[in-house]
């Protein structure tokens, strides 16, 4: 019975708490609303100790409209400049034109390099096989380069085709390979071991398809002569491309398009004694434009 009760008290203190922050928030912002910037800027500092993290953005949204109102912009851009690193997709709601292209400067500031950090953390789950974790990333890279209206920053086209590319990848590996059907039961019969000269003849692994993707126009139109690479493939007994690593990077820009192209290649399996066998292979890429 006690335990009940302590538990009903901890739910009370909790709503209570709750909305004792909401009531503090919403007499910070009839603060502002009513100029009073210097005094809503101490109540928003009183309530950041106390706010829940849903609550935390729209304190720290006030804080950087009483400092711009009040002609503190360097202030007001580090606040705003927080705001994005958190969430870069955030856009503050009802803001006045002047509020708006604060955020959109800031935004177009710290987003390139957000952007390579969280390229660097997707691609470094994609080499280790983490296909969720990667797929999470690497599907918010492109929402944030898509969220500006004006991405025509040149590395980060580059960086959304290669998060693109890794993503199509990174879901295609998630996909779980078709089951392998039951062998059927063969009946064993008492032959005699034919003698080594009467084994089927063994074979090597032959490439049926080994098509390579062309150089993207900023590479082909770069002025390098050469690029060259390595991948590995690890390649199923029915002549499957399972598999591609690798080992030596073309560029970054021709990778995903390498590896997408290579899952699709086709070969004739080696056989050993006549059964068609799994391999792997490495393939030295060199490209000339």
Known sequence: MSRSILVVAVVMSLFASTATAQDALGNARNLYESAAYEDALIALGRLGAEASSDAAKEIERYRALCLMALGRESEADKIIESIVMNDPLYQPADAAPRVRAAFTAVRHRVVPGLVRSLY????????????????????????????????????????????????????????????????????AKAEAAPAPEELPPSTPLVALDQTLPPLPFALASSGTREFRGRIELEIDETGRVRDVRILESVNVLYDPLLLKAALEWKYEPPRIAGKPTASSKRVQVVLRP
């Not at 660097?120 to 209206?149: H, M, N, T």
């Not at 086209?157 to 390979?177: I, Q, T």
Request: charged letters at 25%; zero cysteines.
């Open 120 to 187: 660097a953390d997707a691609k470094a789950a994609f080499d280790r096989k983490a296909y969720p974790e990667a797929v999470q990333g690497l599907e918010r890279i492109v929402l944030v380069v898509d969220s500006l209206a004006t991405a025509n920053q040149a590395d980060l086209k580059d960086f959304r085709m290669l998060a693109a590319g890794f993503l199509e990848l990174s879901r295609a590996a998630l996909v779980p390979p078709p089951p392998v059907p039951a062998a059927a039961a063969v009946e």
